[in-house]
Structures are given as C-alpha cells and as structure tokens.
C-alpha cells in the first residue's frame, strides 16, 4: 500500500484522501471496518508516524503483525505492539 498511496499523492490525490483510500475505505470495502482501517481499541493496526504528508518519510513504525510489515524500509528497525 505505500506504493500505492506515494502513487496516488504523486498523481494529485490530496495526501489525506490517499492515505483514507488505503485504511478506512478499504476496511470497508472488504467488511473489516470493525478490525481494521484505523486507529482504536479493541481494533489491530501496523502505522507509521511521518513528519511530511506530502513524502511520507517513515519516521516510526510500530506492528500489530510483524509479518505484514516485512517490506517496510528499515523493518528491523520497527518495533513489534
């Protein structure tokens, strides 16, 4: 998904819509919205914390699951929730 999103902010998407197409909307799409898509008790989540929207540089990341996590850059950096 973070090709897709840096794609979809490349192409003009507004970098808050992107990310919102990558977690909610796809939860949602799939009937997981009650596990997944964002942040909140009771709900499992692998985020990241980025210092710009625009380049979303990895600042942090932190794994619910570390094996969905694999292709991060700097995964061994990540740590595990």
């Known amino acids: 998904m973070d090709r897709v999103v840096r794609h979809a902010i490349d192409c003009g998407c507004e970098p808050l819509i992107a990310l919102q197409m990558a977690t909610i909307n796809t939860a949602t799409h799939f009937g ?12 499992r989540a692998d985020f990241i914390l980025s210092s710009d929207l625009v380049s979303l540089p990895i600042e942090v990341g932190f794994c619910a699951r570390p094996e969905t996590c694999r292709t991060w850059p700097d995964f061994d950096r990540v740590p595990a929730l």
């Not at 997981?32 to 709900?43: D, H, K, N, V, W």
């Open 32 to 43: 997981l919205e009650r596990e997944l898509g964002s942040i909140a008790p009771g709900r």
